[in-house]
């Protein structure tokens, strides 16, 4: 009952549609990100704070925008590299471009984690990767990934940072989950009151999502561990040699080290 009450107070459960005379003042949003950033956390806060406003675009559909442009929307979650982005998206100073990075190395062992388990396999790259990484150990499924899927990640980290936009870290989403959110909701604008972003963002949270203490893992959840740095839990020497050989200057480029010394 009191949530209810609380709920109706904020609210929480409604956003008013937007004319197309708003959409023609509001600056366009865009959440870039790549995969295993916690991109569906950050686009359900977002959706619940805007609504209708958000574009969810579908991966692999109509280019990174899932469609044609349209001033004063919300994009989230966009998977693109600078110049994909550029393609699709008319060049503006009114609009406001985020971008999202986690630390590679727990990219990577999220994103195995997923295809192993946890991916709806309903498309046939899924499948197809599952298949092929079930054939082999982790240790070569990692090696693997390193050399095919990571490619994109680390072309994304790197066309995006120095660019001039805004970047935020997963880390900081997870450490100070009401600060970070509220840096983004005021780098983007968005008039949302305090205390409705504070209980959207708890609504929202990690360990909300997980229905478990951060740092509890569950392998076949799609959500899994989260923690970061689980990273050291699945690396081996050979695994440390090849990641740095590949992707050790994307690594000290984002600041998540300073040298191969890891």
Not at 20 to 40: C, D, M
Not at 61 to 76: D, H, M, N, R, T
Not at 86 to 99: I, L, S, Y
Not at 164 to 184: D, H, M, P, S, W
Request: hydrophobic share 40%; glycine share 8%; charged share 25%.
């Amino acid at each position: 009952m009191a949530g209810g009450v609380f709920a109706t107070s904020l609210h929480v459960g409604t956003v008013a549609p937007m004319t197309s005379s708003e959409s023609n003042v509001l600056p366009s949003i865009f959440h870039v990100t790549h995969w295993k950033a916690g991109s569906q956390w950050v686009s359900s806060v977002l959706k619940f704070a805007v609504g209708e406003r958000l574009i969810h675009p579908r991966a692999g559909v109509e280019g990174p925008l899932g469609g044609a442009f349209e001033k004063g929307k919300i994009y989230s979650p966009v998977y693109a590299s600078r110049a994909q982005f550029q393609a699709v998206v008319p060049d503006d100073p009114a609009h406001r471009v985020f971008v999202v990075i986690r630390d590679p190395r727990d990219t990577l062992i999220s994103w195995y984690f997923s295809l192993m388990y946890s991916h709806g396999a309903a498309e046939p790259t899924v499948q197809e990767s599952r298949d092929e990484l079930r054939a082999l150990n982790k240790t070569e499924g990692l090696a693997l990934m390193i050399g095919r899927q990571m490619q994109e990640v680390a072309r994304i980290q790197r066309d995006w940072i120095g660019a001039g936009v805004k970047v935020f870290r997963y880390e900081e989403l997870v450490a100070n989950q009401q600060e970070t959110f509220r840096q983004i909701f005021a780098f983007c604008q968005l008039p949302t009151p305090a205390l409705r972003r504070r209980w959207i963002v708890l609504r929202h949270g990690f360990k909300v999502l997980t229905w478990s203490r951060l740092g509890r893992e569950s392998a076949k959840s799609h959500l899994r561990k989260g923690l970061p740095g689980d990273w050291k839990n699945h690396f081996c020497d050979d695994l440390k040699k090849l990641f740095k050989a590949q992707y050790g200057e994307t690594l000290a480029l984002a600041g998540y080290e300073k040298d191969d010394s890891w």
